[in-house]
Every structure is written in C-alpha cells, then in structure tokens.
C-alpha cells in the first residue's frame, strides 16, 4: 500500500502495511504506536 500520513503538514508520522516474501503482512510506523494514537496527537 501507499505510504499513509498522519497529520499531513502538521507531523511527521507515517505508516504503511508490507508483506514479506513469505506472505505476512505487518505495520511499520515511523513513530511509536502509542505517540501515533495518544489523545495528544489529534490537536489540530
């Protein structure tokens, strides 16, 4: 999939779903999950 961004041009946090050779499909985050998804992160 297409890198994804949280909060476009407010932080730079990014994730997107990869699949290994094997066929396992998994997240990366550029950032920790919790910084990512903490009440704080939603200020606008």
Known sequence: MP???YYPNQK???M???E???GIVFEVY???Y???YSQG???K
């Open 34 to 36: 919790d910084l990512t």
């Open 3 to 5: 890198i994804r961004e």
């Open 41 to 43: 992160s939603y200020s």
């Open 12 to 14: 730079p946090y990014k």
């Open 30 to 32: 550029s950032h920790s």
């Open 16 to 18: 997107c779903y990869v």
């Open 20 to 22: 290994d050779p094997f």
